[in-house]
């Protein structure tokens, strides 16, 4: 056989020698050196069940179906930018809901491609899914179609004229309660015979008026920290970050990095007892009797203390001292800011690596029980943003500083707590809508619903966010008091909505959910909080027993 493919046979020489036929362009392809590139085959995609996805959970081997794809994320975990945690809540499940309402499609479009695809999810014939899977994936369709119509009609187009008015009430707060709290503080503490008591009551109120404005400001800036950390202030992941450094880290003190970090977790696992961290309160708070039987914590890295008979006896008083806790809460966020600071630092143990070695953090052993689990590692970004995150956490103490080293010692704490016990109501109306709702063992969907009205035992995503979310009825005018917290379910089913499109996007939520008769919690908030009063005293009542 000769190069060109065909047979170059020598002949009798008595016998005339034939010239060969020219050879063919398919002979030619196929004895060249350096054939042209074929398209490659092929070849059927592996059928994988929810049941075999299901056991690829762990930090080790992580699998997550997306639109109908597998995907082995093991070796993406390290390099989330918003940590393992919220991943690790879907792990081993169908998490295209969650994954749609957090990112933007340019970003899932952008990064999935990057992701080894494994298969595709055979969730098997129609007539062979039960009831729930059939109700969740109508639902999860419908609310898809609802997002496109959002997407198309601009619902999430970027309006800086919507700002200006907050812009200039949190500037006000800020200005007028500086200039009141200089003004009152040092005075009113007059050793004049002549004033009642030995002090002045005009500086006193000044004081405590302007400590009440610097509490209002931290409440509304943290408004709008909110919706950087959402990225719906821009729309843009870089600007939204940095607007994010200004308002959460150099005005509050909070850092954003931090912050993230567990609302991710919270949006991706709400109500659920092993991984969302806003309801993991013990021993403090008890909003559920399965927090107190000494369950893991997926966030927090730890087993969740029991309760002794001192520590029951407490909490059977919880719905007593709720408030007051909440009013010194703030004190606890600084904490945790700078804990994360520290355990995210990338110039400590390496930063920017990545890979499975990354994926595990340390070995906990419960004491009561003897069962070991090991904790997820702290995600560690790049060097350089971590540096602004730790630089503007210590420009907002040095503003601090700044104003208080301006006051005598009582003056100062006397400002510092009072503006701080004002700002307490920002975390009464975070937990408001979620802790006299259903609570779940495990993730979102979650099965183990405690007493879920849907008669399946187990809810959808969007299901479970009516479930386990409550909105605040209020009147447009009070918006500014709630920043759009008080349209939580909402807001859950389309975090990156800008706020000022919660109100009416409620008649087209509400439309979905009567459809498929899920029920949608809607309370004042005076009867709000007497429905999480109550839960609390029910809990405490049995868990202190």
């Known amino acids: 056989m000769g190069k060109g493919g065909c047979d170059n046979k020598i002949v009798d ?37 929810p049941s075999l996805l299901s056991t690829k959970n762990t930090t080790s081997e992580c699998w997550i179906a997306y639109e109908g794809s597998v995907y082995d994320i093991t070796h993406w975990l390290s390099k989330h930018p918003g940590g393992m945690r919220c991943i690790m809540s879907a792990a081993g499940q169908d998490a295209t809901c969650v994954m749609n309402s957090l990112h933007k499609p340019e970003t899932l479009a952008k990064h999935m491609r990057r992701i080894r695809r494994v298969g595709v999810l055979d969730v098997g ?40 008015a907050v812009i200039m009430r949190v500037t006000a707060f800020l200005v007028l309660g500086v200039r009141l709290v200089l003004h009152g503080g040092g005075k009113w503490r007059q050793e004049d015979e002549s004033l009642s008591g030995g002090y002045d009551a005009t500086s006193l109120a000044c004081l405590l008026v302007g400590s009440t404005l610097l509490g209002l400001f ?6 709008m920290g909110h919706d950087a950390g959402h990225f719906s202030i821009t729309g843009s992941l870089t600007y939204d970050f940095y607007i ?69 006896k407490i909490m059977t008083y919880q719905h007593w001292y709720f408030y007051p806790l909440m009013a010194v809460a703030r004190f606890n966020l600084y904490i945790q800011s700078i804990i994360y600071l520290v355990q995210s630092c990338p110039f400590i143990g390496g930063g920017d690596s990545t890979g499975k070695q990354k994926n595990e953090g340390y070995k906990v052993v419960n004491q009561h029980t003897g069962e070991t689990r090991t904790s997820y590692p702290w995600h560690k970004g790049a060097r350089m943003q971590w540096s602004l995150q730790a630089i503007t ?97 909402e807001h859950h089913l389309f975090p990156r909505l800008p706020r000022w499109n919660l109100r009416r996007l409620m008649p087209l939520t509400d439309e979905i959910f009567s459809k498929y008769d899920v029920p949608v919690v809607r309370k004042g908030f005076v009867e709000a909080n007497c429905m999480i009063l109550k839960q609390m005293r029910d809990v405490g009542a049995k868990v202190g027993k």
């Open 13 to 49: 020489p008595a016998v005339v020698q034939i010239t060969p036929p020219p050879p063919t362009a398919e002979e030619v392809e196929q004895s060249s050196p350096n054939p042209p590139p074929q398209p490659p085959t092929s070849r059927p995609l592996t059928k994988i069940t």
């Open 125 to 164: 014939k129609e007539e062979e899914q039960s009831e729930a899977t059939k109700r969740a994936a109508a639902m999860a369709e419908d609310f898809a179609k609802l997002n496109d119509r959002l997407i198309k009609e601009g619902w999430y187009v970027f309006k800086p004229q919507l700002y200006w």
């Open 218 to 223: 931290f409440q509304n800036v943290a408004f």
């Open 244 to 312: 994010g450094l200004i308002l959460g880290n150099t005005l509050t003190g909070i850092d954003l990095g931090w912050w993230k970090s567990t609302h991710n977790v919270h949006h991706s696992a709400t109500n659920s007892v092993h991984d969302d961290p806003d309801i993991q309160h013990m021993p403090l708070l008890c909003f559920e009797e399965r927090l107190s039987e000494n369950r893991w914590s997926t966030y927090h890295g730890r087993f969740m203390p029991l309760l002794d008979d001192l520590l029951g």
């Open 393 to 489: 956490i210590a420009t907002f103490w040095f503003l601090v500083y700044s104003l208080l080293s301006r006051l005598d010692l009582l003056s100062a704490a006397l400002c510092f707590v009072s503006s701080h016990i004002v700002a307490g109501m920002l975390h009464v109306q975070i937990l408001l809508s979620h802790i006299a709702m259903h609570y779940c063992a495990d993730g979102s969907g979650s099965t183990d619903a405690h007493t879920a009205p849907n008669g399946h035992g187990e809810a959808g995503y969007y299901e479970w966010q009516a479930l386990s979310t409550m909105d605040v009825a209020c009147p447009p005018c009070m918006d500014w008091f709630h920043g759009g917290l008080q349209f939580q379910l």
